[in-house]
């Protein structure tokens, strides 16, 4: 089942997100279940602010958990994080 998993950064975190990002990469490749995932960023592109990821998992109990456990959320980045059900309908799917 894909669930969206929608950041947004505390403010003015670039630096906390930076220190952490090489964990949070190597703990959702090593999760194996990112279909499409990035950063949000400045409308510049120049900041990122935020994160999208969409995973296939067994139910929203597994999403839950591995959002818990994203370093990220674990460093404190993330004012606010939001998982949804999502039903893939436009674009290639890999």
Request: a negative charge; glycine letters at 6%.
């Given at each position: ?9 505390k403010?003015d975190?670039?630096e ?5 990002r ?7 490749a090593e999760?194996?279940?990112?279909k ?15 994160s999208?990821l969409v995973?296939?998992?067994a139910d929203r109990?597994k999403?839950e958990a591995l959002?818990?456990n ?9 004012a606010h994080v939001?998982?949804?059900a999502?039903?893939?309908?436009l674009?290639?799917?890999a």
């Amino acid at each position: 089942m894909l669930f969206c998993i929608q950041c947004t950064d505390k403010p003015d975190a670039l630096e906390l997100r930076l220190a952490n990002r090489d964990a949070h990469l190597n703990y959702w490749a090593e999760a194996d279940c990112v279909k499409i995932g990035g950063p949000f960023t400045s409308d510049d592109g120049t900041v990122m602010n935020g994160s999208l990821l969409v995973i296939d998992v067994a139910d929203r109990a597994k999403a839950e958990a591995l959002a818990q456990n994203d370093p990220y959320k674990l460093a404190g980045l993330f004012a606010h994080v939001d998982i949804r059900a999502w039903k893939w309908l436009l674009g290639p799917q890999a």
